[in-house]
Each structure stands twice: as structure tokens, then as C-alpha cells.
């Protein structure tokens, strides 16, 4: 069981930068392939990232490439998602999640291949 908790969400200008970060119980972490999801209002949930367990294996959702990095810090069981040049389209309310299965190029943008969700944090990028 791996218990996620993201944070770093917040307001910011459009053209500004946020760092979020999901922190992961348990000694496994460095076995998950980690992803990150946002969820606007009256909109689905849409894959954003996702990071494979060495860290060597990225993918981005073409809205974000180029201006969002996904990263882990293994020692600190905690998965990052740099976002710069911020767009109000941006905003959402973003989840890390956690999968057990291995990384997958063509799996990995499906939130059903993620067995654990973080809480959500809410990122508003104003105009």
C-alpha cells in the first residue's frame, strides 16, 4: 500500500513557474512508475507526465512538452513536477498517482494503469 500526498499547488501569474511534489509512504516508491494528472472544472481528468522507476523514461502530454519536467528523488521517496511558462489553461487540480506495472510508453498516459491517487492540488493560473 503506498499512500500519496502532493503539495506546491497554488496562484500564480500566467508566464510563472510552480514545483509540485508528491510524497510517498513505504520503501517500495522506487518501484512505481509515477505519473501526474490534472482535472479542470466540468472537464475529465488528462494525463499530464509520467516518470518510469529509473527516472530515464519520461512522457509528456504534447499541452505540457517543453514546459512541464517530471523528476523523482528516490532517497526522498518524492516524485516533482517542475512547470514553468504557466498558462491559465493550466489550471486544474493535479494528482500524482503510482503504478505497479512497468513502464509501458503506450500504457503509461491511462490513469486505469495507476493503482494509487494522491488528494489532488489545486494550481490557478491567473491571466
Known amino acids: 500500500q503506498v499512500q500519496l500526498v502532493e503539495s506546491g499547488g497554488g496562484l500564480v501569474q500566467a508566464g510563472g513557474s510552480l514545483r509540485l511534489s508528491c510524497a510517498a509512504s513505504g520503501r517500495t516508491f522506487s518501484t512505481y512508475v509515477m505519473g501526474w494528472f490534472r482535472q479542470a472544472p466540468g472537464k475529465e481528468r488528462e494525463f499530464v507526465a509520467a516518470?518510469?522507476?529509473?527516472?530515464?523514461?519520461?512522457h509528456y502530454a504534447d499541452s505540457v512538452k517543453g514546459r512541464f519536467t517530471a523528476s523523482t528523488d528516490n532517497a526522498k521517496r518524492t516524485a516533482y513536477l517542475q512547470m514553468i511558462s504557466l498558462k491559465p489553461e493550466d489550471t486544474a487540480v493535479y494528482y500524482c498517482a503510482a503504478s505497479r506495472t512497468s513502464w509501458l510508453y503506450s500504457q503509461v498516459a491511462k490513469s486505469s494503469q495507476y493503482d494509487y491517487w494522491g488528494q489532488g492540488t489545486q494550481v490557478t493560473v491567473s491571466s
Open positions: 516518470i518510469g522507476r529509473t527516472g530515464t523514461s519520461t
